[in-house]
């Protein structure tokens, strides 16, 4: 099955540690973004990467890195630099081009509790 | 500034009639319209899109979308609303100018009472 996935889907830290969020897709698409998702609010957008090896900020990206070394893969670092991290967190793909439009496919999200 | 707008917090129908989930947006360029749905505690499904042509488009599980440049709107739409249909509704728009990027709305919760 062609699809976005997400692990783990349930992960609880305690406040001032680091911790990585594991997006990957199998759909052969270019781009790649993580959102964050708060109660009550729309997707806000974090980074987003159209390229291996390069990557863009959104516009929350402090408090996390992100990194793009394989076509398939996105993983979401929230560091202990980001004030209130607890969030649902989800990864979305899509292909690119200027002749193209196409819609994002997410993955199921990362519920991340810090305490 | 672009932006998208989902009047609604949240929209009540009985199952049965007619559903709209309104969008309104602005943006500089040609507007790529989308809704997706969420439910409870998943990622986002597309329904549909309106990229250019024909006003109204037609999407998944029932959904339709009427496209009106001269009012700036993109609501959603189902001739009879099932239960299974409530969930979180959310319009986005792509300006062709954007980087590829999405402004999402702030997400309307449809709620279908038996």
């Known amino acids: 099955d062609g699809g976005i996935t997400q692990s783990p889907k349930y992960l609880f830290r305690k406040e001032g540690q680091n911790v990585t969020l594991s997006c990957e897709q199998n759909l052969n698409h270019d781009a790649m973004y993580w959102y964050r998702q708060d109660p009550g609010q729309g997707l806000r957008l974090i980074y987003y990467s159209q390229i291996v090896n390069d990557f863009q900020k959104g516009d929350i990206a402090e408090g996390y890195s992100v990194s793009r070394e394989k076509k398939e893969s996105f993983p979401l670092t929230v560091t202990s630099a980001q004030k209130n991290p607890t969030a649902f967190y989800l990864c979305a793909s899509s292909i690119l081009g200027t002749s193209l439009v196409g819609e994002q496919y997410f993955g199921p999200g990362t519920r991340l509790t810090v305490t | 500034a672009q932006s998208v707008a989902q009047p609604e917090d949240q929209v009540n129908v009985a199952e049965g009639n007619p559903l709209t989930v309104k969008c309104t947006y602005s943006v500089s360029g040609n507007p790529y319209l989308f809704w997706y749905v969420q439910y409870p505690n998943r990622g986002l499904q597309f329904l549909l899109k309106?990229?250019?042509?024909d006003n109204l488009v037609k999407g998944s599980y029932g959904f339709e979308a009427e496209f009106n440049k001269s009012q700036t709107s993109f609501h959603l739409k189902k001739p009879s609303a099932l239960v299974s249909d409530s969930a979180l509704y959310f319009c986005a728009v792509r300006d062709e100018d954007s980087n590829y990027q999405l402004i999402w709305g702030a997400g309307t919760k449809l709620i279908i009472k038996p």
């Open positions: 309106y990229i250019t042509g």
